[in-house]
Nanobody, 121 residues
Framework: VQLVESGGESVQEGASLKLSCAVSGLTTYPENCMAWFRQAEGKEREGVAGIAERDGSTFYGASVKGRFTIRHDVAKHMLYLEMNGLKFDDTAMYYC???????????????WGQGTQVTVS
């Protein structure tokens, strides 16, 4: 399984940004789940958003709810994170994650990408 993130960059507060994650090699199971996490310097990894394969249901961390949107294009094998109203506190390395089971925003996902840096100033 390979997850490759892209789209991170330096932006000003209030800006919008879209992160992408190319997914390959993931076997399709009914309970597949994909998510975005982030880790700021000196802080623990935090769940940002997730989406369940079974019914397309989405879930978000409290700090981003209403500002971020997760989307999964199954046909293109792509996961996206659309971020609006970016704040200084959103600065972090953002990681794409996947698992055969719906883990919500628990950090024990099996598959991880290398991350893409988002800096808000």
């Amino acid at each position: 399984v390979q997850l490759v993130e892209s789209g991170g960059e330096s932006v000003q507060e209030g800006a919008s940004l879209k992160l992408s994650c190319a997914v390959s090699g993931l076997t399709t199971y009914p309970e597949n789940c994909m998510a975005w996490f982030r880790q700021a310097e000196g802080k623990e990894r935090e769940g940002v958003a997730g989406i369940a394969e079974r019914d397309g249901s989405t879930f978000y961390g409290a700090s981003v709810k209403g500002r971020f949107t997760i989307r999964h294009d199954v046909a293109k094998h792509m996961l996206y994170l659309e971020m609006n109203g970016l704040k200084f506190d959103d600065t972090a390395m953002y990681y794409c994650a996947a698992d055969e089971y719906n883990l919500g925003l628990d950090r024990s996902y099996t598959y991880w990408g290398q991350g893409t840096q988002v800096t808000v100033s």
